[in-house]
């Protein structure tokens, strides 16, 4: 089987961090790519979640508190306690 060359640009601290991370798995950069593109290939798809930026901290803060039900506007058990509070 013939091989090509592929050259892939990337910030020089993320290529040292994947490196670091690669030498731990006993693997080097040619064959991550490697596995990667076999991977997409046999999946036919891109083989993990690609997700949107992850949210500041403000935005973490009120998903919480949502969570949790803080601050949130009055809750009603029944219509009919909803309208009487509309009706007060």
């Known amino acids: ?5 592929v050259t892939v640009r990337m910030d020089e601290n993320l290529k040292a961090d994947f490196e670091e991370m690669l030498a731990d798995f ?18 036919r ?11 500041n901290a403000v935005t973490r803060a009120a998903m919480e508190d ?3 039900r803080r601050g949130l ?3 009603f058990s ?8 509309l009706d007060a």
């Open 78 to 85: 029944s219509v009919k306690d909803l309208m009487a509070d």
């Open 66 to 68: 949502t969570r949790a």
């Open 45 to 55: 798809r891109i083989p993990f979640a690609i997700a949107r930026d992850r949210p």
């Open 26 to 43: 006993g693997l080097n950069t040619s064959v991550a790519i490697n596995i990667f593109a076999r991977q997409v290939v046999y999946e």
């Open 1 to 5: 089987m013939a091989t090509t060359n």
């Open 73 to 75: 506007s009055k809750t």
